[in-house]
């Protein structure tokens, strides 16, 4: 093994104490932010139908422009990344991992996840219910959340606790894991690019479907992998593994997103609840309604699963010896540095 791969697992490990102590930097020293700002600023030059930007329907174009800012952003990020790994390889060994670390763990974050339900739980306990659904849109949801009952609001937080565990903290992980901090720093690129522009309404129905696909594209494995993660870390808190594992495997298919279905259905499982978007999905069906208490139960599981996913993963990443990455089929795929 290169020391630049079998450093990876002790980056891994740091990078989660430090997200555990010290939780997120402030926006102005965030890389996520200025990746967030970045792709706004590109948003604003989209073409948009009836500009001379526009091509015949209005698709071609947007279509190619937000293939440019999802792709191509990606591609610049992991370059800037491998600059920026050149450079801290330069340093000591000791710091070299700190200053790493560091920077792995703005790509994801833990304690932040975990606050953010809580700030929920805390006004929905207090009986706040235009609070929390005020919080569950700030933190969690981009949906309208102004009509939500008490229960949906507990529902919309599970759901988003569970699938930030996937491509909130397990992906970027992996990605670090399979192709070091270049490929963690691109994977947050193309999730926030799908976070801002893979919508569809009518200014972004096509502007964001490829930066829509490549994140479902990079998310197939991690949403799996957290799937079973939050169905094994339910056997260490009060959840049900052998229901959360029949929801999954019965209910992963039910959501528009490929990915998104996996961790939701396992956790509607492990919870014994039923997880419903209006209109959408209703994922562990024959559950009850989840209620605020709900909530801290669903980070319990999230809490439990991430130090199980992350000691699992880490420990074959030390074992292999290789940079080889698992797939979905439990073989190996080999990766570039």
Not at 38 to 50: D, S, T
Not at 99 to 124: H, N, P, Y
Not at 125 to 153: K, N
Not at 267 to 286: C, N, P, R, S, T
Request: net charge positive.
């Amino acid at each position: 093994m290169d020391p630049q791969t079998s450093s990876r697992p002790f980056v891994v490990i740091i990078a989660l104490l430090i997200d555990v102590a010290l939780g997120d930097p402030p926006n102005r020293l965030h890389p996520v932010a200025w990746m967030g700002s970045a792709i706004a600023a590109a948003r604003r030059q989209a073409p948009r139908p009836g500009t001379d930007w526009d091509v015949g329907r209005g698709k071609l174009l947007p279509l190619a422009y937000g293939g440019l800012i999802g792709l191509g952003g990606s591609l610049g990020v992991y370059g800037l990344g491998l600059l920026t790994h050149g450079l801290i390889d330069r340093l000591p060994t000791p710091f070299h991992w700190l200053t790493e670390a560091a920077l792995l763990k703005t790509t994801f974050s833990v304690r932040g996840l975990a606050r953010a339900a809580d700030e929920i739980q805390s006004a929905l306990d207090r009986g706040d219910l235009p609070e929390a659904r005020r919080l569950t849109s700030w933190h969690l949801v981009s949906r309208d959340t102004s009509g939500l009952t008490r229960s949906q609001v507990a529902a919309a937080t599970i759901q988003s606790v569970a699938e930030s565990t996937s491509d909130g903290i397990m992906a970027p992980i992996v990605s670090y894991l399979c192709a070091g901090l270049p490929g963690a720093l691109a994977y947050r690129f193309a999730n926030t690019a799908d976070s801002m522009l893979g919508y569809r309404d009518a200014a972004r129905e096509w502007l964001g479907k490829i930066p829509a696909r490549w994140d479902d594209l990079l998310n197939l494995l991690p949403s799996r992998l957290t799937a079973l993660f939050l169905t094994v870390g339910a056997l260490l808190t009060d959840g049900d593994a052998s229901r959360a594992w029949r929801v999954w495997r019965r209910d992963r298919r039910k959501t528009a997103s490929p990915n998104a279905g996996h961790p939701m259905s396992a956790m509607a499982g492990a919870l014994g609840v039923e997880l419903e978007k209006i209109d959408h999905y209703a994922l562990g069906g024959g559950g009850q309604h989840p209620e605020a208490a709900d909530i801290s139960r669903a980070v319990r599981v999230m809490t439990a699963s991430v130090a199980l996913g992350a000691a699992l993963l880490v420990s074959l990443h030390f074992l292999q010896g290789t940079s080889r990455c698992p797939s979905p089929d439990g073989q190996t795929n080999t990766s570039s540095q």
